[in-house]
């Protein structure tokens, strides 16, 4: 069975706690694939492509913990309420999954207790010995959704944050990338699930960060991109 999360640094301590809920595009061997190859499996609907590479980046150079999800969002997806529809996806972008095509009660309980309740307690371990820290959880987007292009860099998810967001969204743009606020995605809509119930429950501001995928590509792009976002990050930590 796979590992439902894996944590980086989880002795360091500071004023930083990183997340990424879609992390891998691993599915558990007893799942077969849930009726795809790999190539559908590494493509945007089975993860992040290049957020979980970009997070063990920014957990090294900025000394802070990390934590990752260690399945699919195929399989559960990490960054939904337990009562969203999106849960456990019957289909993704046209694509129809057929291993999760008779999920029943039964199925997705296990999905839960093993997949999704490990990682979200990792987090709140980890947060629990930290107080007044800054959770920042990192996603990536296509470049292209539904034939619209997506013309920026980068977008910082927000709800009841907004002064932090500004701040580091100016700071990213000082590195040389375009940023747009609730973009793709919004926070005021609840698509910043797993940061805002964490810092919710430990009192603490949150963001949710997500990187055009297109700047994720190859190592080189990652490298960068990480340059980008550590020297953002830093000024931000600082106020």
């Not at 558990?28 to 945007?44: F, K, M, S």
């Not at 701040?167 to 919004?186: C, D, I, K, M, T």
């Not at 990187?211 to 990480?226: C, F, G, S």
Request: charge should be negative; proline fraction near 4%.
């Amino acid at each position: 069975m796979a590992d439902a999360f894996t944590v980086i640094n989880p002795d360091r301590s500071g004023r930083l706690v990183l997340t990424c809920e879609h992390a891998s595009c691993a599915v558990p061997v007893e799942y077969d694939a849930l009726g795809l190859d790999d190539e559908q499996l590494g493509e945007h609907i089975g993860w992040d492509i290049g957020a979980g590479a970009l997070t063990d980046l920014l957990a090294q150079r900025l000394a802070a913990p990390a934590v990752q999800s260690g399945v699919s969002r195929l399989v559960i997806d990490c960054n939904r309420d337990l009562a969203d529809h999106d849960l456990i996806v019957r289909e993704s972008h046209g694509v129809r999954v057929p291993g999760n095509q008779g999920v029943d009660a039964v199925e997705r309980e296990r999905r839960i207790r093993e997949f999704y309740e490990p990682y979200h307690d990792a987090i709140d371990t980890l947060l629990a010995r930290r107080p007044d820290v800054l959770l920042l959880s990192i996603h990536s987007f296509t470049p292209v959704l539904s034939g619209r292009e997506r013309r920026f860099d980068a977008g910082v998810l927000f709800d009841d944050f907004a002064i932090e967001a500004e701040r580091f969204g100016e700071a990213l743009g000082a590195q040389g990338l375009q940023v747009r606020y609730n973009q793709p995605y919004s926070g005021l809509d609840g698509l910043i699930f797993s940061a805002r119930t964490h810092g919710m429950r430990h009192a603490l501001r949150y963001l949710e960060l997500e990187v055009n995928n297109r700047l994720l590509r190859t190592p080189a792009e990652i490298d960068a991109t990480a340059t980008a976002v550590v020297g953002a990050v830093r000024s931000l930590l600082e106020y």
